[in-house]
Each structure stands twice: as structure tokens, then as C-alpha cells.
């Protein structure tokens, strides 16, 4: 939590306040399925929120930076906002059409994936989707840092992070039956990185009935 509420501290709205491109791709499949309510864990100051709240999705969004979710209160009003940590859920008893989470999950090890995705399938309608981005094992900082567990490395201190490849968001989405998964690149610029791509692993997938 220090880590990131220094980094929204410092930067503001770090990332600008445009969508990803990836909240671009997954609002064309959401249309396309007819989804009403959204569920965004990893909330961050609202950028995303903000996207589909003015697409007129009724979005809730979950931040643990408290500093990152005065932000969002006061650039996203009209969006449902909770504070408190992902590996919490959940924080009330509604059903999501559908969970937009964008490059959280590669933040989480390995027990914490397993808990946190499992949350959000129990956090699903019936016949729910999800839309998830995570980092791939084609990024340049891949193998970069010491090793915390397989595919995971501390490539910035106090921040682990755990590279996908197409097996492992497989294995990871198990409980679901995948529509699309693919590379996706990201352009950023946004600290002493200056400009950058991110090459993102992405997926998107129809809830299983059983877990």
C-alpha cells in the first residue's frame, strides 16, 4: 500500500485520464454481450471507472489507496466506490454482468491469484464475464530482479510482479470458458520510463456454472 499510495502521492493521475486501450477493446465486447453492471477491482483515481460510468454502465469500483480513491471521488461521481483491498471481496452482495480488472492480477502471488479470482467468480451472475489484462512474459522487464516465484520478479522494490504466458492465464481462467485471449499493446508514458509499450496478455471469458 506504501508503495502505491507514494506513487499517487507523487504522479496524481498517472497514467492521464484517457482509457487504455484495452478498457477500449473490452467496452466493444461488452456492448456486443449486452452487460448493464460492472464490477473494477483495482479502481486506482477513476480512469476506468470513469470510461464506462459515462457509457452508462452502472460500475462499482474497489481501491485500496486511499490516496488514489479521493482522487477518483472527485473525477468519477458518478461511479459506486469502495475502499479496501481486492483480496477482501466482497464488500456487498451484488452480482456483476461482468469484471473489467486491468494489470492487477500480475500484481498478486500465486495464493493470492487463486483467492482473489475466486472472488470474483463468486462475485459473477450467472453466465458473468470477465475482462482481464495482465503483463505477458514478452515485457522487457520479464526475468529482471530477484526471483519470488516462478515467472514472478521483483522488478521494482516492493513491488513483485508475475508474467503470463498463454498456458498460465489458461490455467489461472480454468473455471471459464475463454472467448478471446491475445497479445495487446499498450503505449504509456508516464514516469522515468518517458514512452513506452507494454505487451499485455488479455482475456476475456464466460463464467463456468461450477466452479
Not at 150 to 161: C, L, M, Q, V, Y
Not at 192 to 206: E, S
Request: net charge positive; proline share 3%.
Amino acid at each position: 500500500m506504501e508503495y502505491w499510495n507514494n506513487r499517487f502521492s507523487d504522479k496524481g493521475k498517472i497514467w492521464g485520464i484517457e482509457p487504455s486501450k484495452a478498457a477500449k477493446c473490452a467496452l466493444k465486447l461488452f456492448k456486443k454481450y449486452k452487460i448493464n453492471k460492472i464490477l473494477i477491482p483495482g479502481a486506482g483515481y477513476g480512469r476506468h471507472t470513469k470510461f464506462f460510468s459515462t457509457q452508462n454502465y452502472k460500475v462499482t469500483g474497489i481501491e485500496f489507496s486511499k490516496i488514489a480513491l479521493n482522487i477518483a471521488k472527485k473525477f468519477d461521481p458518478k461511479s459506486t466506490l469502495i475502499l479496501g483491498s481486492v483480496l477482501d471481496m466482497p464488500f456487498n452482495e451484488e452480482k456483476y454482468d461482468a469484471i473489467f480488472c486491468h494489470n492487477l492480477l500480475h500484481l498478486l502471488l500465486e495464493n493470492e491469484r487463486v483467492s482473489f479470482l475466486e472472488k470474483c467468480y463468486n462475485q459473477l451472475k450467472v453466465n458473468g464475464f470477465v475482462f482481464f489484462t495482465v503483463f505477458s512474459e514478452l515485457e522487457e522487464s520479464f526475468g529482471k530482479g530477484a526471483t519470488i516465484e516462478e515467472n514472478t520478479f521483483e522488478s521494482k522494490p516492493f513491488r513483485p510482479t508475475h508474467y503470463f504466458t498463454e498456458e498460465d492465464i489458461l490455467n489461472h481462467f480454468k473455471s471459464y470458458t475463454v472467448i478471446k485471449t491475445n497479445i495487446l499493446k499498450e503505449k504509456e508514458n508516464h514516469g522515468d520510463l518517458g514512452p513506452h509499450t507494454h505487451k499485455l496478455r488479455y482475456i476475456f471469458a464466460l463464467k463456468k456454472l461450477e466452479f
